[in-house]
Structures are given as C-alpha cells and as structure tokens.
C-alpha cells in the first residue's frame, strides 16, 4: 500500500529504514516487498537515535518501519518526533502493533503519527503464537491510503452488507491462504467480551507485572536499559557470562526448575539477552516462583556454576547439541519397535 502511494504521486522511493531493535520480522518482510533495508541504530536509553535517524532519511525512503512500544520494551518517548522528521522527508510510518498489549486503551497509533499499523493476533488478542502461526490479522491505515486497501472491501448500507470490488486503486486481492478467518472471530469474540475496559485492564496489567519482574531482578541481572519498561523486561546476563554461564544455560536451568524460558539472545543487540514478557495473565504467586527461579540459577552462577552446565536432568532429553541439530537436522520419522 506504501509502494501504490508513493507510485501514484510518482515517487520511487526504494528503501525503509529499521531501527536494530526491530523483529526480524521487519527487515524480513521489507526485503521480501523488494526494498532495500537500511538500520537505524538505538540510543543509550533504547529510543530511535534521531541524528541517526535524520541522516538516513531523505527522498529515497519510501517509510520507517518500527515498533510501538520496541522490543527492548521501551516507549519511545520521541515517537511524535520521529514521524514528523519522516513525514517531512515524504516517508510514511509503519507500526508493527506485535506490543499492542502495553498501550490497549491507553493511546493509538493513529494519534502517534503513524500510517500503516498491523495488530498482531497472538499475544495481545489471545490466538496461538506457537508452531510458527496460525498467523492472521488486520491492518489498519490513514485515510490518504484507504484507496490502496486489498480488494474486497466490506461495506454496509443499512442494514446490508455487501463487497465493494470495484476500487481501481486496490493493490489488489490476497490470497486466503494468508490467512486464517477461525483466529479473526476468535480475536473478535475475546474483545466484544473483554469490552473497552476490560482491554485498558489487559495493558495496566501487563506493565504492571513486567516491571515487578525487573524490579525483582534488577539486582541480579544486569537491565539491558534504564527502567520503567513497558509489557517486557529485557535483561542482559553479561554478569553470569563472566562466570561461565551463559544466557542458553539459564535457559536450560529454568527447565529444571519448571518453567520454560523466556527469548533468549534477542533483541540481538543485547549481549545475552533474556526478553521477559510475563503478559497480563499472570498471577503475583506464579511471578514471584519465576524469580525465585532466576534468582536462585544467578547465585548459582556464583557458587555451583556446573549444576547449570548440566542442565537440564529432569527432562526425558538431556541438552542437546543445538548447533549439529541445525546442521545436520533428522527429519525421518522412524517408529521404535
């Protein structure tokens, strides 16, 4: 829909610019669209660097793609700033909505200055996230690039519903193998139940119980940046790395201790990287239980650092050996006598 805009105006615009704290997602997807992606580094608080920013805009930038709140689970304080240096250039802005859990009832992207936004399903509105999908979800736009939406279009007159095929600026019809319709009524059906309140409630909460696990944890993990946060916590364990535990072993401790691990190595721009994000549905008991466990595997690191190295021993498969697996991946079946 941005390359129809800009080709419309008679623009060719070739690029989108990325900050390095992005989803690979983002970068993924623009190269698969055809632009190049140029990246944008992050200050030392976690924010877009806005000089950086600047000096990489110009009329060669068809938009910026960035998340809101990023996934150092910071807010960018900046975020009205940033979309009007790119809507002074010509860009438009895209917000990938996978955080949407932070800011429910609370802002909008449309009021952050943002054109394009995509709301993640998963997560924030309940449907699966594992196995690689079922992914599906809308995209919402600015008036200026409502022309360009997929075709059909579903409209109302009275009481009728009807598709309007009839919109010579569409990009077009996507296929429906895209998508999956099951997981839009089910996120349908979670927030006509939820209701406005209930989705401020999901947010309130959601923050609320990341920062009670960095706070909980400040003191034993190094905080990737300065707090408050928002839905996620990222911490760094550069301080276990020196002892010879790294972020993966953590990961494998955890396991023993009966909890799966939260991201580990992401965002790639965080030396040993655990992404805590506790959502809204956690109970204060089951946190506290997840960071007794981080607590007791960082003063493991300390004192018995090899009862981490073996883990995990309760699980039916001991650890593997991730990098042989990638390589050399057995994907026949074989059924055991």
């Not at 615009?13 to 623009?30: E, F, W, Y």
């Not at 944008?40 to 938009?63: Q, R, T």
């Not at 549905?281 to 466990?293: G, H, P, R, V, Y």
């Not at 300390?302 to 057995?330: F, G, K, N, S």
Request: net charge neutral; charged share 25%.
């Amino acid at each position: 829909m941005i390359r129809a805009y800009h080709r419309a105006r008679g623009e060719k615009r070739t690029k989108v610019l990325i900050p390095d704290s992005a989803h690979g997602t983002n970068p993924a997807s623009t190269a698969i669209a055809g632009y190049e992606v140029v990246e944008v580094k992050s200050d030392a608080e976690g924010g877009v660097d806005l000089a950086d920013l600047e000096k990489k805009l110009g009329a060669d930038v068809a938009a910026l793609m960035i998340t809101v709140p990023n996934t150092l689970g910071n807010f960018e304080p900046r975020i009205v700033d940033l979309t009007e240096l790119c809507h002074a250039s010509g860009a438009q802005v895209y917000m990938d909505g996978a955080n949407l859990n932070a800011i429910l009832g609370i802002t909008r992207p449309g009021d952050l200055g943002f054109d394009v936004c995509h709301f993640n399903l998963h997560k924030t509105f309940t449907t699966p996230h594992g196995g690689g999908g079922p992914g599906a979800g809308p995209v919402g736009v600015k008036r200026h690039l409502e022309p360009y939406l997929p075709t059909p279009i579903v409209t109302k007159d009275d009481d009728r519903y009807a598709l309007d095929w009839k919109r010579p600026h569409s990009i077009g019809k996507l296929q429906a193998f895209w998508g999956n319709f099951g997981m839009h009524v089910r996120a349908y059906t979670y927030i006509k139940t939820m209701g406005a309140d209930g989705l401020r409630r999901v947010a309130e909460n959601a923050v609320l119980n990341a920062n009670y696990v960095m706070k909980r944890l400040a003191e034993d993990y190094d905080l990737a940046t300065p707090g408050p946060c928002m839905h996620e916590c990222v911490l760094s364990a550069r301080r276990q790395k020196k002892l010879g535990v790294t972020a993966m072993d953590i990961a494998k401790r955890l396991l023993d201790l009966g909890f799966y691990a939260p991201s580990t190595y992401f965002p790639l721009i965080v030396e040993e990287a655990l992404m805590i994000e506790p959502t809204e549905t956690e109970s204060k008991e089951t946190l506290d239980q997840f960071c007794d466990a981080m607590i007791t595997i960082a003063r493991e690191a300390a004192t018995t650092p090899e009862v981490i190295h073996q883990a995990p021993v309760t699980t039916p498969v001991r650890r593997l050996d991730q990098t042989r697996a990638a390589r050399e991946p057995d994907l026949r079946f074989s059924r055991k006598a």
